[in-house]
């Protein structure tokens, strides 16, 4: 790739959502809202072209050369003036530089493209809203942060990236800040992102400081490329963060990795991401569907050679992930906010994500990752055109009726819920699929972690065609809902284009003329993560195929027959079983488990200091230092007499003792 070409390209990338914010931010709000429209959406696909640009530029380079880092500018050059075991040449040297690459391209492509369709529609959602130019200001920053995360070449600018994110999240989701529910919602993600951001910043610290070159010699840099090459593995490896299954390495690997959960909402951090949803739809379908909460499945991607020297960090990562997935299908089953439904969704369809790139199978996870951003997306957005119509009523039991009054949504709807459910040929079949195939040959615990996966499919299914029973079938059952119409054409249109893409995309992986060794994704992706340890056989590949396929389409059945039919009572399991029933609809009681445990002791802390120490020793420890310099001040008062000849005799006196105390240092 040509390096002068990819910098231009590069800073076209991240130039054009930048200047959009900082064009609109300037301006607090006085630009008109016709330039707004404009400027909000166009910088994103602009950016969108010029990633496409860089992708065709690199197709046209061999494998081996689709990779080229750039600098910007050399922004940190520190000196760690040696020490033990550190040359004295040694020193920070931290610039700003941009990795492009597969790995980053494709990052890229969804964060610009799915991005770029989401303003889009956000145009006609946002065309009544006070703050229109706030909101596109906000979504325009929040492009520019996750480029910087993902395009970043060092440690200190991903970490930056990392955290411009979780400020610009916050500010989305708690965009509407009269609702004390949206601020509230706003600061439980910003705080959670933080306890992860801990996780990555010491992790980089302890990376910065253990790792050693062929020499053994500590190299103290925080540039990704020298990282990776010096961790292994490869011909090369030499153990630069200690031996494989060290403590050192697992120890990075799972501060890694919290960091990861925190970003992608796996437990125990995942409470923030069903009560995101305060925000505007938009901002769930960009932050929660298309790039942010994907942002810690790209973190363990990227760093892979890390997990791949620490088994027990990329265990506990496919345990955590498979566990969160079916935790979040279970409580998804029972909820009645159409976007909170969503919303669970892609916490498992996240945690499947996880669970791939924990076990190795990192191309299947992203390609998870590429089709679950075009039909989640899709899924959000057909969600706020039923909203929108609605006059902001999420909860499906009011909806009903709406296929005939919405038809295009409706097919839009169905047609994500097919994908996101795994039916053939929609595009979640083709990547679901891979992924629980190859989780099936490299995954922990086999075949039990793969029995998890598959039972996912079956909730899956039942929990997105419930919603689609419930809100598009039957009658209406509220006056919002006999009078909802269809969306406008700038809502509708971002819509069908994401529906053609759910239906498609999958097949991008699909080597027509079946010479390939590996899947097309693999070998996109295969000069940055390599290809799979190993693969299942034909027999148990395609065993395991027919049994995804076949407990998904059971899922539906189950939704068509108590939803769709009602030839099973919607109240079975409340009515038999009422404790898994509760045990879903209160989410596992997650909220409340932290409110007692951590919740409620610092308030009781911070009310029992507020009332016993304040009072008693804060308020009497600043009341002495008040009285003392009350009572100083008054002393030195009676100094100023305001006669000459007083001040003559105290100059002349501190004279004198200025010139004795000179004459004594001088003997």
């Given at each position: 790739?040509?390096?002068?070409?990819?910098?231009?390209?590069?800073?076209?990338?991240?130039?054009?959502?930048?200047?959009?914010?900082?064009?609109?931010?300037?301006?607090?709000?006085?630009?008109?809202?016709?330039?707004?429209?404009?400027?909000?959406?166009?910088?994103?696909?602009?950016?969108?072209?010029?990633t496409l640009v860089l992708l065709a530029t690199m197709l046209a380079q061999s494998p081996s050369h689709r990779g080229v880092t750039v600098t910007f500018w050399s922004w940190l050059n520190a000196s760690t003036g040696g020490g033990s075991g550190v040359s004295a040449h040694s020193g920070l040297s931290a610039a700003f530089s941009v990795r492009i690459d597969p790995l980053a391209i494709l990052m890229m492509l969804v964060i610009t493209g799915i991005g770029g369709l989401i303003h889009v529609y956000s145009v006609g959602y946002m065309a009544d809203d006070a703050s229109f130019n706030r909101f596109f200001a906000l979504m325009n920053l929040f492009i520019t942060s996750m480029l910087v995360l993902v395009m970043s070449n060092s440690l200190v600018f991903l970490i930056i990236g990392w955290a411009m994110v979780a400020f610009a999240s916050y500010a989305l989701i708690a965009f509407w800040y009269q609702r004390p529910s949206a601020v509230a919602a706003g600061r439980k993600a910003f705080i959670t992102q933080v306890i992860g951001d801990v996780g990555l910043v010491l992790a980089a610290f302890l990376i910065f400081l253990n790792l050693r070159g062929p020499s053994g010699r500590l190299l103290h840099t925080v540039d990704l490329q020298t990282i990776f090459a010096n961790v292994g593995p490869g011909a090369h490896f030499h153990g630069g963060l200690g031996p494989v299954g060290g403590g050192m390495v697992t120890t990075i690997g799972i501060l890694l990795f919290l960091g990861a959960a925190a970003k992608s909402a796996q437990w125990p951090l995942h409470t923030w991401l069903p009560d995101a949803m305060e925000g505007p739809t938009p901002v769930s379908a960009l932050i929660h569907a298309a790039t942010m909460v994907t942002a810690g499945v790209y973190l363990v991607a990227r760093?892979?050679?890390?997990?791949?020297?620490?088994?027990?960090?990329?265990?506990?990562?496919?345990?955590?992930?498979?566990?969160?997935?079916?935790?979040?299908?279970?409580?998804?089953?029972?909820?009645?906010?159409?976007?909170?439904?969503?919303?669970?969704?892609?916490?498992?369809?996240?945690?499947?994500?996880?669970?791939?790139?924990?076990?190795?199978?990192?191309?299947?996870?992203?390609?998870?990752?590429f089709t679950h951003a075009?039909?989640?997306?899709?899924?959000?957005?057909?969600?706020?055109?039923?909203?929108?119509?609605?006059?902001?009523?999420?909860?499906?039991?009011?909806?009903?009726?709406?296929?005939?009054?919405?038809?295009?949504?409706?097919?839009?709807?169905?047609?994500?819920?097919?994908?996101?459910?795994?039916?053939?040929?929609?595009?979640?079949?083709?990547?679901?699929?891979?992924?629980?195939?190859?989780?099936?040959?490299?995954?922990?615990?086999?075949?039990?972690?793969?029995?998890?996966?598959?039972?996912?499919?079956?909730?899956?299914?039942?929990?997105?065609?419930?919603?689609?029973?419930?809100?598009?079938?039957?009658?209406?059952r509220s006056t919002n809902a006999e009078h909802a119409h269809e969306a406008p054409a700038v809502m509708l249109f971002p819509v069908l284009i994401l529906a053609g893409l759910s239906t498609v995309v999958g097949f991008l992986n699909i080597d027509f003329a079946g010479f390939a060794p590996v899947t097309v994704f693999q070998a996109f992706l295969q000069p940055v993560v390599g290809v799979p340890a190993a693969q299942a056989s034909?027999?148990?590949?395609?065993?395991?195929?027919?049994?995804?396929?076949?407990?998904?389409?059971?899922?539906?059945?189950?939704?068509?027959?108590?939803?769709?039919?009602?030839?099973?009572?919607?109240?079975?399991?409340?009515?038999?079983?009422?404790?898994?029933?509760?045990?879903?609809?209160?989410?596992?009681?997650?909220?409340?488990?932290?409110?007692?445990?951590?919740?409620?002791?610092?308030?009781?802390?911070?009310?029992?200091?507020?009332?016993?120490?304040?009072?008693?020793?804060?308020?009497?420890?600043?009341?002495?230092?008040?009285?003392?310099?009350?009572?100083?001040?008054?002393?030195?008062?009676?100094?100023?007499t305001g006669f000459l000849k007083d001040y003559a005799l105290w100059f002349f006196f501190f004279a004198v003792l200025g010139v004795v105390l000179m004459g004594l240092r001088l003997t």
């Open positions: 790739m040509n390096p002068q070409l990819t910098l231009v390209l590069s800073a076209t990338v991240l130039g054009l959502p930048t200047a959009s914010f900082a064009v609109n931010a300037i301006t607090a709000g006085r630009l008109p809202r016709r330039v707004v429209t404009y400027l909000g959406p166009g910088s994103v696909l602009g950016a969108f072209v010029a760093f892979h050679p890390v997990f791949q020297q620490a088994p027990v960090a990329a265990g506990l990562v496919a345990v955590v992930g498979i566990g969160t997935a079916l935790m979040a299908a279970i409580i998804g089953c029972t909820q009645f906010d159409i976007k909170r439904v969503i919303a669970y969704s892609t916490m498992s369809q996240i945690g499947l994500m996880i669970f791939a790139v924990g076990v190795g199978a990192y191309s299947a996870g992203m390609f998870q990752f075009c039909f989640k997306a899709l899924l959000f957005l057909a969600a706020g055109n039923v909203i929108h119509a609605l006059h902001d009523d999420q909860d499906i039991r009011v909806m009903g009726g709406l296929r005939r009054r919405m038809r295009w949504t409706f097919l839009a709807f169905t047609t994500g819920s097919l994908a996101l459910a795994g039916i053939p040929i929609f595009a979640g079949f083709f990547s679901k699929e891979e992924l629980l195939g190859q989780g099936l040959a490299l995954g922990p615990a086999v075949p039990w972690l793969w029995v998890i996966g598959v039972s996912v499919n079956v909730l899956t299914s039942f929990y997105i065609f419930r919603v689609v029973w419930v809100a598009f079938t039957g009658d209406p034909h027999l148990v590949d395609g065993l395991a195929l027919l049994a995804g396929v076949l407990l998904s389409l059971a899922g539906l059945g189950v939704a068509w027959a108590v939803y769709g039919r009602q030839v099973m009572s919607r109240e079975w399991i409340p009515q038999r079983l009422p404790w898994l029933y509760q045990l879903s609809f209160r989410k596992f009681y997650w909220d409340e488990v932290y409110g007692v445990a951590l919740v409620t002791p610092v308030l009781a802390l911070a009310t029992g200091v507020r009332r016993v120490l304040e009072p008693g020793v804060f308020d009497s420890a600043v009341g002495g230092v008040r009285d003392a310099v009350s009572q100083l001040s008054a002393d030195l008062r009676t100094f100023q």
